[in-house]
Nanobody, 114 residues
Framework: QVQLVESGGGLVQPGGSLRLSCAAS????????MAWYRQAPGKQRELVAF???????TYVDSVKGRFTISRDNAKNTVYLQMNSLKPEDTAVYYC????????WGQGTQVTVSS
């Protein structure tokens, strides 16, 4: 199976930006839909954004206009550019396919706090 390794998280003040990366151990070009998910403390994991092989993107309402998902099939990498971050964006962020495979990575922690 493809292994996914997320990186790029950290502590940022409200209004700040972060760029997350998800590196796959194998080719992602065969996966039609790649996505970012997040899980906040005490909450269920939610789908944040996804991108098709053709480049079409979809976002959950709470991040529209602030987050941008992209993929580079040549580098087997998926990105999430996060701008205008809010405290409610605090969560562990994961990448996976849609629908998700059982093989989740370790995620990357994003903490938005002053």
């Amino acid at each position: 199976q493809v292994q996914l390794v997320e990186s790029g998280g950290g502590l940022v003040q409200p209004g700040g930006s972060l760029r997350l990366s998800c590196a796959a151990s194998g080719s992602i070009s065969r996966f039609n839909v790649m996505a970012w998910y997040r899980q906040a403390p005490g909450k269920q994991r939610e789908l944040v954004a996804f991108v098709t092989s053709g480049g079409s993107t979809t976002y959950v309402d709470s991040v529209k206009g602030r987050f941008t998902i992209s993929r580079d099939n040549a580098k087997n990498t998926v990105y999430l550019q996060m701008n205008s971050l809010k405290p409610e964006d605090t969560a562990v962020y994961y990448c996976n396919m849609v629908p998700p495979t059982p093989y989740w990575g370790q995620g990357t922690q994003v903490t938005v706090s002053s």
